[in-house]
DNA sequence: ACAATATATATCACGACTGTTATGCGTTTG
DNA sequence: CAAACGCATAACAGTCGTGATATATATTGT
């Protein structure tokens, strides 16, 4: 039910572009190597394999070419890992957004520097 | 703009798990550590940075303890990431239950709960 | 049937990440 | 002030993931 996978497969930046070419359209797994040229054909096969595993996207044969299209579902998933915090967040949002509405109108530039100790 | 880094760090489960017992209330670092009989301290000192610098966490200090908190803009820039393909896959929701819908006289119980709204 | 196309898998080198032990620095306590 | 505590960083070994080259499999076209 957790997303285990899904989280890692999303680490890379290249998949991530994937899964945003695919959301415009579904598109063959060649055309997909193609809009990367720093990536191989088998790196980008690799790279589908894993998007395939995590359940973030699909594919279908059409001939010689595998379409692939995303799966809303491996998407959804994130979606709802993301939900545990919503609440969390929009509470801080609430207190956060009070807190600024109550200073507001004293200070048009907004430099927010707050006490920051030692970071080496 | 992109959370690069931010998905890296979501990567790993005891990470993953870290927020989730950060979600609840605020932590020392040796609270967390505590937590994962599987990480030694410095081990669990590491995946803390990777969260602090991955704008997930916050830490403030006091006393000789660190305590960690966390941060909604972190988890805010996943979700508006996510939200680029929330229209898509609502989308495609919506041509599910259509689909559903079509043949919805068979299946009396309909227990899918489709809330999520998009955050503006 | 053969060649060309489209994609996946095998294998290997390498860099990044995780975990471990040792250590350093600041803080509290006796 | 010294000892103990809390946590971070350093240095290092093992593992995993990524990228590259070579090859296998399936499909279309001649």
Chains 1, 2 share one sequence.
């Not at 790196?43 to 299209?69: C, F, I, K, N, P």
């Amino acid at each position: 039910m957790a997303p285990v996978d899904t989280f890692a497969a999303l680490a890379d930046p290249t998949r991530r572009q994937v899964l945003d070419l695919l959301s415009r359209r579904d598109r063959a797994a060649g055309e997909l190597g193609a809009a990367f040229p720093s990536v191989s054909q088998p790196g980008m096969s690799r790279h589908l394999r894993v998007l395939r595993e995590a359940g973030l996207v699909r594919v279908r044969e059409d001939g010689r070419h595998r379409l692939y299209s995303l799966r809303w579902e491996g998407l959804a998933a994130v979606d709802a890992w993301l939900s545990k915090y919503r609440d969390f967040w929009e509470t801080e949002l609430d207190s956060l957004e009070s807190f600024l509405d109550s200073k507001a109108a004293e200070a048009p530039p907004p430099k927010h520097a707050r006490n920051r100790k030692g970071r080496p």
